[in-house]
């Protein structure tokens, strides 16, 4: 039985599941005894050990922000976030083939990460807002704002939130940490004042530190927000990371 929790193929090798547990296999029968052992397999075994090490970290970083991805339901995100962490850790200077790590890569390859594929950040707040990265807090500040001009609004939607979001997570131990600042919700149908959010780097401790901003459509039901279309339509990046 395997000890790595995956599916899918890495080459030749197709990780499955069955009755007795993870499994791993060569296409064509090459037994997984041979494959972690025969010196012939030594560049798959470098794949399977990245592999492992960057599923773990993008686990981790999902589980940071889980918060604030709830409201945005884009069920690829999780590939598309496990694709650019693997870019992250074959851009680490430090180790070699088969070693290298998340955590020694250059972990600004994920600026610009979107949460929700089919409606991207950029294309859903179209007025210019300006990210700050003061001495004790990370702040978004947005001009006042027509909604219905400088935000691509879906049918539907009565209001929309803004959201500031940081997260921190330490890849040696597990350590991870959560902040989130909203809006008020803010009518589509009037202009806006400007807005202005912030989240205390204190409370991120851990070494890999990434920021996010988004945007979320709701429709009121007897005085009650609620999320328009369970999500779908809700838009969200990351616009900034630092590694202390």
């Known amino acids: 039985m395997s000890v790595l929790t995956l599916s899918g193929n890495i080459g030749r090798i197709n990780f499955f599941k069955n009755r007795t547990g993870f499994q791993a296999r060569e296409k064509g029968g090459v037994p997984k005894s041979r494959i972690m052992s025969d010196p012939k397999f030594a560049r798959t075994r470098e ?60 972990w600004s390859l994920l600026r610009g990460l979107e949460m929700n594929g089919l409606t991207p950040l950029s294309g859903t707040l179209k007025m210019a807002y300006t990210i700050s990265d003061g001495a004790t807090e990370w702040g978004i500040d947005v001009p006042a704002f027509i909604p219905k001009d400088d935000v691509l609004i879906p049918e539907g939607a009565s209001h929309m939130r803004v959201i500031l979001a940081g997260a921190a997570v330490d890849f040696a131990t597990g350590e991870k940490s959560f902040q989130i600042a909203q809006s008020a919700e803010v009518p589509v149908a009037t202009p806006s004042a400007g807005l202005s959010l912030a989240v205390q780097k204190g409370g991120l401790p851990q070494s890999h530190k990434i920021v996010l901003v988004g945007v979320e459509f709701l429709q009121v039901v007897n005085g009650e927000f609620y999320p328009l279309n369970n999500g779908s339509n809700a838009s969200g990046a990351i616009v900034f990371t630092e590694r202390s």
């Open 47 to 106: 794949n399977i050990a990245e592999f492992s090490n960057n599923a773990a970290a993008a686990r981790m970083l999902k589980d940071a922000i889980r918060p604030a991805i709830q409201r945005f339901k884009d069920t690829r995100l999780h590939l598309r976030l496990t694709s650019r962490m693997m870019q992250v850790l074959k851009s680490d200077p430090v180790n070699v083939r088969g070693e290298r790590q998340v955590a020694e890569g250059d």
